[in-house]
C-alpha cells in the first residue's frame, strides 16, 4: 500500500508596504495635486518678489542678504500652509481610511509626508533665496553692504533660509496630522510664527528680552542673519531650537496617529 504525503500548505506573508513605497505614495498625492504646486510656487514668489522689492527700494545701513530675504516671513506662511494641506487634507476628505488601510503602522505615513513637504520646500525656497540675491544685487543702493556668495556667513544664511522653511513646511504636517484641520494647523501656525512674537513685546522688558530668542520665528531666523545681536540666539543654536519645536509637534502627532483612530 502506496502512501501519498501531501506537503502542508505554505501560507504567504502578508504584503507589507515598505517605507520606500510609502514615500513614494505620498509623492504621488503631493504631485497629482494642483493646489500644492500652487501654493509651492505662491512661496516662491513671495520669496523672489519681496526681494527684489526690497533692493529696489533698499536704504543705507542694511546688507544684501537681509535685502534678499526680506520676503522670508510671508514665505514661511505659505510653506506653512502647504504642509498643513499635505497633514491635514485626507482627513478633510475621508482618504486617510485608505491610507491607514495601506499603512496600518500610521507613523510611516507621517515622516513620509513630512520629508516630502520639508525636502520640496528646502529646494524650492534655497533656490529662491540664491536667486533674489543674485538677481537683486544689481538693484541695491550704493550704500547697502555690497556681498558675495564666497563672502563669510552669506551661503550659510541663503541655504539656511531653505533650511529653515522646510522645517517650517514639517512643522505645518506635523500640525495639519495632529490637530487633523487645515484651518486649525494653519491658525496655529500663524499664531506661533507671527502673532507670538508680538504679543510677547508686551511683556516686561527683562522677560521678553529673555524669552523672546527662544520663540519659533526668532530662533529658526536666527540661521539668516549674518550678524548675532545681543541677547539672541547663534545660527545654528536657533535653528536647532526651531528644529527642537518641530520634533516636539511630530512626536505628538505620532503620538494621536498610534492612540486615537482616524
Not at 185 to 212: D, H, K, N, Q, Y
Amino acid at each position: 500500500m502506496t502512501t501519498t504525503t501531501i506537503d502542508p500548505v505554505r501560507v504567504r506573508p502578508a504584503y507589507r508596504l515598505r517605507f520606500g513605497g510609502v514615500l513614494a505614495g505620498e509623492w504621488t498625492k503631493f504631485a497629482s495635486l494642483r493646489s500644492t504646486w500652487v501654493t509651492t510656487g505662491v512661496s516662491a514668489v513671495l520669496l523672489v518678489a519681496l526681494g527684489l522689492l526690497a533692493a529696489a527700494v533698499s536704504v543705507e545701513g542694511m546688507d544684501a542678504v537681509s535685502v534678499a530675504l526680506a520676503g522670508s516671513t510671508l514665505a514661511s506662511l505659505a510653506v506653512g500652509v502647504l504642509g498643513a494641506l499635505i497633514g491635514a487634507t485626507e482627513y478633510t476628505t475621508g482618504m486617510v481610511r485608505a491610507t491607514f488601510v495601506a499603512v496600518p503602522g500610521r507613523t510611516p505615513v507621517l515622516w513620509a509626508k513630512a520629508l516630502v513637504a520639508g525636502g520640496v520646500s528646502f529646494a524650492v525656497m534655497t533656490a529662491g533665496a540664491l536667486l533674489a540675491f543674485m538677481l537683486g544685487a544689481p538693484m541695491l543702493d550704493s550704500g547697502v553692504t555690497a556681498l558675495g556668495l564666497g563672502d563669510e556667513g552669506v551661503l550659510r544664511a541663503l541655504v539656511g533660509a531653505g533650511a529653515y522653511l522646510g522645517l517650517v513646511a514639517v512643522l505645518g504636517v506635523a500640525l495639519g496630522m495632529l490637530l487633523r484641520s487645515s484651518a486649525a494647523s494653519i491658525a496655529v501656525l500663524a499664531g506661533a510664527l507671527l502673532i507670538l512674537p508680538g504679543v510677547f513685546m508686551l511683556l516686561p522688558g527683562s522677560l521678553a528680552e529673555t524669552l523672546s530668542p527662544y520663540l519659533p520665528s526668532n530662533a529658526g531666523s536666527a540661521i539668516m542673519s549674518l550678524q548675532t545681536a545681543d541677547g539672541s540666539l547663534g545660527p545654528w543654536a536657533g535653528l536647532a531650537v526651531f528644529a527642537g519645536y518641530v520634533v516636539v509637534a511630530l512626536g505628538a502627532a505620532a503620538y494621536r496617529l498610534k492612540k486615537a483612530d482616524a
